[in-house]
């Protein structure tokens, strides 16, 4: 089973953070998928780890599996969409790559 990790904030400062946080957080919930949650806000020490497996990007949420960036909330969103989340949280499929960069 892949290791998944959503990395949040409860510190957000814009409507959107926080709104993303809880889509993401619902869609994960709803696909029963175990994961770990890290609030940045109460762990910044797990910041250096989630920028290494993200390649630097800073912009919270996120969700990584096995380490690795999968998505930002747009792509989460999107991969759901067209079904292809299911496949990538089982680190079965990569994200598509469009949605790293």
Excluded: W
Excluded at 83 to 94: F, Q, S, Y
């Amino acid at each position: 089973m892949a290791a998944v990790c959503f990395y949040t904030t409860t510190s957000a400062t814009t409507a959107k953070a926080r709104k993303d946080i809880t889509k993401i957080r619902h869609i994960l919930d709803v696909k029963r998928v175990q994961y770990e949650e890290v609030d940045l806000t109460d762990r910044p020490e797990r910041r250096m780890q989630m920028l290494e497996g993200s390649y630097g990007i800073s912009v919270l949420p996120q969700v990584h599996v096995n380490g690795k960036l999968v998505g930002l909330a747009d792509g989460i969103q999107e991969m759901e969409d067209f079904g292809e989340l299911t496949d990538v949280l089982k680190g079965m499929a990569d994200p598509p790559p469009h949605l790293l960069e």
